[in-house]
């Protein structure tokens, strides 16, 4: 099994680029409402690309990785801006 499968590299980008996008445009007072919305949206593109990768071995470690990249990139983001807006509060 490789150490990062590539097909979770554009899931964890994407989850990234959500919590940047949600820390930029969202009111601080609503950003815990839509942090869970850009996870919900990384599980949904990890299904569709991890099903359209060809090889289907080794499909729940790709899932894995991917969703738990995700995970741990959103959990940073929410701890950041939860602390950012404790102390601008």
């Given amino acids: 099994m490789n150490d990062v499968p590539r097909s979770a590299v554009p899931i964890w980008g994407t989850a990234a680029a959500g919590a940047v996008l949600v820390a930029m445009i969202v009111p601080r007072h609503a950003v815990l409402d839509w942090l869970p919305v850009v996870l919900a949206v990384c599980v949904l593109l990890t299904f569709i690309v991890q099903l359209g990768v060809d090889p289907k071995k080794g499909f729940v470690g790709r899932l894995?990785?991917?969703i738990g990249g995700a995970i741990v990139l959103?959990?940073?983001?929410t701890l950041a801006l939860g602390l950012s807006a404790a102390l601008t509060a």
Avoid at 74 to 77: I, N, Q, S, W
Wanted: net charge neutral.
């Fill in 74 to 77: 959103l959990a940073v983001a």
């Fill in 64 to 66: 894995t990785a991917s």
